[in-house]
Every structure is written in C-alpha cells, then in structure tokens.
C-alpha cells in the first residue's frame, strides 16, 4: 500500500508566500524563517506531492505550470485554516461570531427584527428562526443560541424576564369605541372577535381572562396570522385580538381584564454551559432595554427577575 503523507498548511503558506512576494529571501523574511529552512520545505511539499511547483534557475524560483495551477488551491486552505484559527480563538474567548435566536413569529416581526437593526459592527451575526411558543425552548438543543418565549423559561436554562406586553383590541378608527383607549373584557366579547388559534399565547391569554370573568364569546373566528386578522379587522368584520403592532391604520384599545390590562410576558432564555452565554446574556439585556425604549417604561416586569445561572451582562 503506497505511504500517505500529510501536506502541512504551514508549508502551504511558504509556497502562497514566495509565489506573492516573488523571491524565497522576502517570503523567509515574511514568515520568520531562514532562506535554507524555507527552501527544505518547499522541496519537501513537491516530494510530497509528486509535482514540480517552480522552475529553478541560476537560484531564483518561479512557478512552474503545475505550480501556477496548484496556487489557487493552496491559497483557499490557508484562508481557510486562517479562518478557523479565527473562530476557535473566539470561542475560546467566549466571543460569537455567529448568534441564533429563535422566537415566535409576531415576537420576530415586532421585536427581534427591529432590535436587530440596532447592533453595532463587533455585535455576532444574526440569524432567526421562527418556532411556536410551546416549541421555542426546545430550540436552544438543536442550534439556537437564544430563544424568546412567552412563558418562563425551565429551569436548567439561563434567562431574564424581557417585557410585559399588552395585548390590543384593534378597531379601525371610524369604529364607536376608536376614541376610547380602552375596552372592558365584558363589552368586548359581545362583539365579534379575530384572534389566532391557541397555540398562541395572546389567544390563550384572551381565554383565561375570559374564564376567571365567567363570560362567554358571541364570535369568535380564528386565523393563522395576526396580520391577517387585523385585515379582517380593517374591513370591518370584527375586533382583531392580538399582541402585534397595528397595521392597516388600525386604533389600538387596551383590554380591561378581570385583573388589569390584558398583557403577555417575554422572557429570553439561553444555555447556561454555552461558550457565549456572557455574550448571549449581554445580547439580552440589550433586548430588554430596547423594549423599554421602543413601547415605554410601563412594559418593564414588575420584577425583572435574573434566573439561576444568568451571566452576569
């Protein structure tokens, strides 16, 4: 069986090396090593290889055609090994190069997605992903780095209460009750409603409220889009109750509920042994104070609670 040999990347730079600055005395200088060591291994990478890489003449190197060939390819595995030097010295330090968050789809459109807009040049690269709330814990075991939901997180997990959200009423702004601000939970269910279906939690929010004040819906329609209620809404047919931002010139009303405005909590969540969580819990924070800035102080928890194993931001 012929002998394998390992190509050395190091020696793959030597070559990328000579080929850029056009001589083996600039190339040992620029990679900190004597002319005669350099040009061992280059002799030692053709051997290895089994192709003439330069043509030698009176001393001076130059590529030959396989060595002209070859160059791309050298080129691409040093950029590569370079990269991957990069990346592990990152996680090594605790940085993210890379950060995926999953979250409920209205929480991406209303929330995440305009918090993103606000990171900065050294801040990891997003990605989202779009998961239901029941589900969206379950994400940080299969590649999300953090997750928001809407319950709080378990707790094996790292996480911080985020914001209390309203739920609205949205009427179009000829509707009687446009100029109100608000809407009791009683008058609201003689009309009909456009809500989601209840793997949603401002739909099961709306339930609740309805079950501890022992009332009862007239109608109800249910749809798989908040935004397409509210354009049901906007036509007419109803009251969409969702948590989302109004669209369509819509007029939002609070809900007056057996206990207080209805509302939703968000909650950020996160792997407490994840090479980034002081990175992720930082992101976080952010996220919070962001919610605060962009729907006012009152949406802040009562108690912004820090959970076992929170990083400290």
Do not use: K
């Not at 070859?70 to 030097?85: C, I, M, T």
């Not at 997003?126 to 998961?131: G, I, S, T």
């Amino acid at each position: 069986m012929p002998r394998r040999h390992t190509v050395e990347i190091r020696t793959l730079r030597y070559l990328v090396a000579v080929a850029d600055l056009g001589s083996v005395t600039a190339a040992a200088t620029a990679v900190h090593v004597t002319q005669p060591s350099l040009s061992r291994q280059l002799r030692q990478l053709e051997r290895e290889l089994g192709v003439d890489l330069f043509v030698r003449d009176d001393g001076r190197l130059r590529l030959s055609a396989a060595g002209a060939e070859f160059l791309p390819v050298a080129r691409s595995l040093v950029v590569q090994a370079e990269a991957a030097r990069n990346i592990a010295a990152a996680i090594a330090a605790g940085r993210l190069q890379r950060v995926t968050i999953a979250a409920p789809g209205t929480t991406l459109t209303d929330v995440v997605a305009p918090f993103l807009a606000t990171l900065e040049a050294d801040d990891p690269m997003p990605a989202v992903l779009e998961e239901t709330p029941a589900s969206v814990y379950a994400t940080l075991t299969l590649g999300a780095d953090l997750a928001i939901g809407t319950t709080p997180p378990p707790d094996q997990l790292a996480g911080i209460a985020l914001a209390d959200l309203p739920v609205w009423a949205y009427v179009p702004r000829t509707h009687e009750w446009a100029g109100r601000g608000q809407v009791p939970l009683a008058d609201l269910v003689d009309r009909p409603l456009l809500t989601q279906d209840r793997d949603y939690h401002p739909r099961r929010a709306l339930d609740s409220a309805v079950a501890a004040a022992r009332l009862a819906y007239t109608e109800l329609h249910e749809f798989g889009s908040p935004e397409v209620a509210q354009a049901v809404a906007a036509s007419g047919r109803g009251i969409a109750v969702v948590s989302d931002d109004p669209r369509f010139d819509l007029q939002p009303l609070t809900i007056d509920g057996p206990t207080g405005p209805l509302g939703i909590s968000l909650y950020a969540a996160w792997q407490p042994g994840h090479h980034g969580a002081a990175t992720i819990g930082r992101l976080a924070a952010r996220l919070a104070a962001f919610c605060v800035a962009r729907y006012g102080e009152q949406v802040t928890p009562p108690r912004r609670r820090a959970r076992r194993h929170t990083a400290t931001p």
